[in-house]
């Protein structure tokens, strides 16, 4: 299994402004993933993050408004950037852990206003 | 789009089992099945997953029909802390992300 983290938890943005979540692991893991989940609705995955590699954005999501890095196998951020109140969601992370399964972090409530 | 399709709520008494259905009629030869479950305000929770046997966990089982058209996640004894989304989800391979859809809200109920 793994453990994840997140920062922070929860936090209140006015429009305009940048946001950077945090995500750590306890342990080494070569993919992270992040995901967003809108007000009342399912998960839908941002982008995919390797280490050492530039992350893969899904289609509706760009590097520009939503820039990840991933400087080592534990940590990875994620920035919303020029915030506007259709951002405001839940952000997680996942990791991939062992054969089969993925872990998820706790997320961030993220209210811009 | 997600590749299956289950109900969208579902009710349980407490201390009874819970049969969450779940269909994946295109799923492929490679695709497992997967179970997670989101209760209020946290991450999603590994349940399960299987390919083509039933199996049992300290959580739950997964009962997969014999041309893996369809699966069913069994609590077997409810409780109220199970109140949750629950998501079935099917994947090929190591890595790929998981597509989440809308799920089955099951509330467990006193």
């Known amino acids: 299994s793994a453990v994840i983290s997140q920062k922070p938890s929860r936090d209140i943005c006015q429009r305009g402004t940048s946001l950077t979540i945090q995500c750590q692991v306890d342990s080494q893991v070569t993919m992270m993933f992040w995901y967003r989940q809108q007000p009342g609705q399912s998960l839908t995955l941002i982008a995919t993050a390797n280490q050492g590699s530039e992350a893969t954005y899904e289609s509706g999501f760009v590097i520009d408004k939503f820039p990840i890095s991933r400087p080592n196998l534990t940590f990875s951020t994620l920035t919303v950037s020029n915030m506007s109140p259709e951002d405001s969601s839940i952000y997680l992370c996942?990791?991939?852990?062992?054969?089969?399964?993925?872990?998820f972090g706790p997320g961030t409530r993220l209210t811009v206003t | 789009d997600a590749k299956t399709t289950q109900p969208p709520s579902m009710d349980c008494a407490e201390g009874r089992a819970a049969n969450l259905p779940c269909n994946h009629s295109t799923i492929s030869g490679n695709e497992y099945v997967y179970w997670y479950r989101q209760i209020h305000s946290q991450g999603p929770q590994y349940i399960i997953h299987g390919l083509k046997n039933n199996e049992t966990n300290e959580m739950a089982s997964l009962i997969i029909t014999e041309d893996r058209k369809s699966s069913t996640l069994i609590l077997p004894h409810a409780t109220l802390r199970d109140t949750a989304v629950y998501y079935c989800?099917?994947?090929?391979?190591?890595?790929?992300?998981?597509?989440f859809g809308p799920g089955t809200r099951l509330s467990v109920l006193p």
């Open positions: 989800i099917v994947r090929s391979s190591y890595g790929q992300n998981f597509v």
């Open positions: 996942s990791v991939e852990a062992g054969a089969h399964e993925q872990y």
